[in-house]
């Protein structure tokens, strides 16, 4: 079993794009932790697959995909939807909203997608892996393989998310890193023995893939100034978030036989 976290410094890999989302309902649960307050639980997306999709998942998913919508490059990192909301409803909208693209992806394929369980962590709670997830984690989202689990928690989400050099852009973002790593999984990419820098990368690629197609965010101009700022992120990560941002290529996430890692 493996888990993924996303440590803390590479936030500025992620500090280049914003997020125009829409509201949703979702449909929740819950999970009482030992100290009585209930973790929101739900899965991402929260609406039903449609019946047309009726392949398996499998390592040439990427390549039946179609191909995103042209970007469209914005001034600002405002992101609409979410104005006045709370960290823990930013969450919700944002797991939804990239869980809802990716599913939308995989149904125009024809191909299944199992939508991820979203934890919006405001108290303790041990995923299928084994690992405890507290609100002040010291990463800012973690991804489970056993359970397909997006854990967020909250305080240090929050910290991201009232950080002027950061904000909404890089919450959304850190959220798409996660289910990278479930697109990766379900299709057999993220599986034992794989190099898991390689699946790092490949995550990351496929958030900024994904960032990419959402309006009202900064020019792809400046995501080398912003990442040029932050010398304790990893180049290699900062690369891969930029490939998949600026290629809006889904070929270029993994490499050829299903192998996880860059594709020059």
């Known amino acids: 079993m493996k888990l993924w976290g996303m440590v803390l410094v590479l936030v500025a890999a992620l500090a280049v794009a914003g997020c125009g989302g829409k509201k949703h309902k979702t449909a929740s649960t819950g999970t009482t932790t030992p100290s009585g307050k209930k973790v929101k639980q739900f899965k991402a997306p929260s609406r039903p697959q449609p019946a047309t999709a009726t392949k398996k998942p499998g390592i040439k998913t990427l390549a039946a995909l179609p191909k995103p919508k042209k970007l469209h490059h914005g001034k600002s990192a405002r992101l609409r939807g979410v104005e006045g909301l709370s960290v823990e409803q930013k ?101 034992s023995g794989a190099d898991q820098a390689a699946v790092t990368d490949s995550a990351l690629c496929l958030s900024g893939l994904y960032m990419s197609t959402l309006q009202d965010r900064f020019d792809t101009g400046d995501i080398d100034k912003l990442a040029a700022g932050f010398p304790d992120s990893s180049s290699a990560s900062v690369n891969a978030f930029v490939v998949g941002f600026r290629s809006a290529n889904f070929s270029k996430c993994v490499r050829p036989g299903g192998q996880p890692g860059i594709n020059p």
Do not use: M
């Open 91 to 191: 969450l919700a909208v944002f797991a939804n909203d990239t869980g809802g693209w990716w599913q939308s992806q995989f149904t125009q394929a024809g191909v299944q997608f199992t939508p991820a369980n979203v934890n919006i962590v405001t108290a303790p709670i041990q995923n299928g892996c084994g690992s405890t997830i507290t609100p002040d984690y010291k990463y800012v989202s973690e991804y489970c393989d056993a359970d397909h689990s997006v854990s967020l928690p909250v305080q240090t989400l929050n910290t991201i998310d009232q950080d002027p050099k950061y904000g909404d852009p890089v919450v959304a973002a850190d959220v798409a890193v996660s289910f990278g790593f479930h697109v990766l999984t379900i299709i057999g990419v993220n599986k």
